[in-house]
């Protein structure tokens, strides 16, 4: 049993628990030598930036974003790893939450966003952020993807993951479900964010972009951009072509699927913006944009789990996994 003194600052207590599972080499966490020291860095760093925000955002939590949920004081920290892991956790501990992120996914993140502007000068000049320089357009992808992957982790706290001890439904994948409605509910928070709370004015002050429309056009660009730059980097990642039932995750492409009717769904209920970028091909070049970035080989694999997902095969799966996830978010059978 892991106790903590209740004095010790959330940073210490992170410190401690993921030296005593390291030392236990207890699952993933074994794989975690510990926290990145953000505040030993200057204060215009990355890293800290990163941290900082997100902390900041985790001690402001609403009632709105934790729909009435009560939840326990929740800590942000950059982990490090003795591999190139990207991946993110949350570890719940003596009534207090961690959110992880580990530093070779965010490197991964600044590596893409630089290559995505600098490969693609004339997208960004004419269309996203004519007045922009390429580090600061980069900045706002990266931060994006950070927003992706961090409220996916909330999510999964906010939704109450963990504590639905109901056994699933026969054939059903419980897990899968949930990272869907992770990806959704994550989704839903970045975007409010993005177009109607703080992240609007960050956006505009990166971006140096003051008219309303054409700022909104851009929010929705760098996001679809930055959802798929995540997406395929997992993907990529990914050695396995067939399609595996028992994975804790759905196939990628399905998480893209489901990610766009998310963002969709938000711009139509919520944001009240036109959704013709649905259809008019924007979503087709922005991934081929995006997939550009990635080696050959992994894009042919790619073309297999996509038309397995579009075959008769997969109709089973899907009809299933689209069940367990409206029941998740409806909360009904
Ligand atoms: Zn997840």
């Given at each position: ?121 004339a997208l960004m000049g004419l ?12 900045q706002l992808i990266l931060f ?190």
């Open positions: 049993m892991i106790s903590f003194d209740f004095m010790d600052a959330p940073d210490i207590a992170l410190e401690r628990l993921l030296h005593e599972k390291y030392n236990r080499k207890e699952g993933v966490y074994k794989f975690i030598t510990g926290r990145v020291a953000v505040e030993n860095l200057a204060p215009n760093d990355v890293y800290r930036w990163l941290v900082d925000w997100m902390n900041q955002q985790l001690s402001d939590i609403g009632v709105n974003s934790t729909g009435g949920r009560r939840l326990p004081p929740i800590h942000f920290d950059l982990v490090q790893v003795v591999t190139d892991i990207k991946n993110a956790h949350v570890l719940e501990a003596d009534g207090l939450a961690f959110i992880v992120v580990t530093q070779p996914m965010v490197d991964e993140m600044l590596r893409l966003s630089h290559a995505l502007v600098e490969r693609n000068r269309q996203i952020a004519p007045a922009a320089k390429s580090h600061e357009i980069a994006m993807q950070f927003s992706l992957v961090t409220a996916h982790e909330y999510s999964h706290l906010v939704r109450g993951h963990w504590d639905d001890k109901q056994p699933p439904e026969a054939g059903e994948s419980l897990s899968q479900a949930q990272e869907l409605d992770a990806d959704g509910y994550g989704i839903y928070h970045d975007l409010s964010y993005f177009f109607h709370g703080r992240g609007r004015l960050i956006t505009a002050q990166w971006l140096r972009v003051s008219n309303v429309k054409a700022l909104e056009n851009s929010i929705l660009d760098c996001y679809l951009l930055s959802l798929m730059l995540q997406f395929c980097a997992r993907w990529a990642g990914k050695t396995q072509v067939v399609w595996d039932a028992d994975a804790e995750h759905p196939p990628q492409p399905m998480r893209i699927e489901y990610s766009l009717l998310f963002v969709e769904m938000w711009c139509r209920e919520v944001g009240k913006i036109s959704t013709s970028w649905m259809t008019d091909g924007t979503l087709n070049r922005h991934f081929d944009t995006v997939a550009s970035l990635f080696r050959s080989a992994a894009r042919e694999s790619w073309k297999l789990q996509m038309s397995w997902l579009r075959g008769a095969e997969s109709e089973q799966y899907r009809s299933q996994i689209r069940r367990s996830v409206d029941r998740l978010r409806t909360g009904k059978a």
